[in-house]
């Protein structure tokens, strides 16, 4: 599966950003999907994962409210909406496919990686 980030840019505090992953080679409703995010100096975080079929979400608390992870197994797409962005919010943010519902926040057991689409926040 090859998994591609797009709709990062820079903002301002209290604007909102729509990220997509689109896939390739394999269809994601096989998959649970994740989204991370790297800020610099800091390790790569847990922030939304999702139920191959949608029934199920999780949200890091820093970004409950404000963000909604959804996904287009039709469009092999996954979209995370971010709302009342904040400078801490900055980071460069990777989507990524998991076989594993148990594991969603572990980053070390994702199978597959997008390369990143990066998110600044100004404030």
């Known amino acids: 599966v090859q998994l591609q980030a797009s709709g990062g840019g820079l903002v301002q505090a209290g604007d909102s950003l729509r990220l997509a992953c689109a896939a390739s080679?394999?269809?994601?409703?096989?998959?649970?999907m994740g989204w991370f995010r790297q800020a610099p100096g800091k390790e790569r975080e847990f922030v939304a994962a999702?139920?191959?079929?949608?029934?199920?979400?999780d949200y890091v608390d820093s970004v409950k409210g404000r963000f909604t992870i959804s996904r287009d197994n039709a469009k092999n797409t996954v979209f995370l909406q971010m709302n009342s962005l904040s400078p801490e919010d900055t980071a460069v943010y990777y989507c990524?496919?998991?076989?594993?519902?148990?594991?969603?926040?572990?980053?070390?057991?994702?199978?597959?990686w997008g390369q990143g689409t990066l998110v600044t926040v100004s404030s």
């Open positions: 999702i139920f191959w079929n949608s029934v199920g979400t």
């Open positions: 080679g394999r269809s994601l409703s096989l998959y649970f």
């Open positions: 990524a496919a998991d076989r594993s519902w148990a594991t969603r926040r572990l980053r070390g057991y994702y199978d597959y």
